[in-house]
Nanobody, 117 residues
Framework: QVQLVESGGGLVQPGGSLRLSCAAS????????MGWYRQPPGKQRELVAR???????NYADSVKGRFTISRDSAKNTVYLQMNRLKPEDTAVYYC???????????WGQGTQVVVSS
């Protein structure tokens, strides 16, 4: 049974940093491209960053240079280091495999990030 558990969100001031973690189980993690996604209030979920099984990464233009995705396949965990956070980064953040699973597929509970002074 697939399980994705996101953690590390919270309230942070603009310019601050957070590190998100996603622990995966029930999937062949080490072979998968994994992604971090976010859903801002009132908007659709979007891909933020992805990382392949060989650690090749790709970022949305809005976060390039500020966010870093990484993975530890021994721990079945993917991370998102978020620096220089902006109010527009406020969203619920999810991890999942890439290509993006459909909405009706399994998604974890996400972790809320609020960037506000």
């Amino acid at each position: 049974q697939v399980q994705l558990v996101e953690s590390g969100g919270g309230l942070v001031q603009p310019g601050g940093s957070l590190r998100l973690s996603c622990a995966a189980s029930g999937i062949i993690f080490r072979f998968l491209t994994m992604g971090w996604y976010r859903q801002p209030p009132g908007k659709q979920r979007e891909l933020v960053a992805r990382i392949t099984s060989t650690d090749s990464t790709n970022y949305a233009d809005s976060v390039k240079g500020r966010f870093t995705i990484s993975r530890d396949s021994a721990k079945n965990t993917v991370y998102l280091q978020m620096n220089r956070l902006k109010p527009e980064d406020t969203a619920v953040y999810y991890c999942n495999s890439f290509p993006t699973p459909p909405p009706e597929a399994y998604w974890g509970q996400g972790t809320q990030v609020v960037v506000s002074s």
